[in-house]
């Protein structure tokens, strides 16, 4: 099978444990690279969750519960912002701002979704973060 080289850049910490595993398994640095990679892309659930820290946690627990059709998008908003806050991704300092409000906007849309009866007055009310 003909094969592509990929170039990345990863910081010394990574480099030293991908040489580290390679070194376990008897492989070469590529090929357990390329293996790691052919995995994440099989099952990307595979590598999400173990690398996810103590901001993702959170934010699922506090949306544990939310199941609305919105506010489900508004939650893996905030895990993907928590991500890039917890990664230090560029601009993570602007995702934290944003993650704030999305995990905001997740529970104010659950709770319209709970109470669809409430009157327009409420509604208001909870999008102003007041009730």
Not at 49 to 63: E, F, K, P, Y
């Amino acid at each position: 099978m003909p094969t592509h080289v990929v170039t990345c850049r990863v910081p010394p910490y990574v480099h030293d444990q991908l040489r580290d595993l390679a070194e376990r398994r008897g492989q070469t640095l590529a090929a357990t690279t390329t293996g790691i990679l052919a995995a994440a892309l099989d099952d990307p659930t595979a590598t999400g969750s173990a690398q996810d820290g103590a901001i993702v946690t959170a934010v699922r627990t506090v949306l544990a519960e939310v199941d609305d059709p919105k506010a489900l998008m508004h939650r893996e908003l905030a895990v993907v912002l928590a991500r890039a806050v917890e990664r230090r991704s560029p601009g993570y300092i602007a995702a934290a701002s944003s993650l704030r409000t999305s995990v905001e906007a997740a529970l104010s849309a659950q709770r319209c979704a709970d109470s669809p009866g409430d009157d327009s007055m409420s509604a208001l009310l909870d999008g102003l973060g007041l009730l």
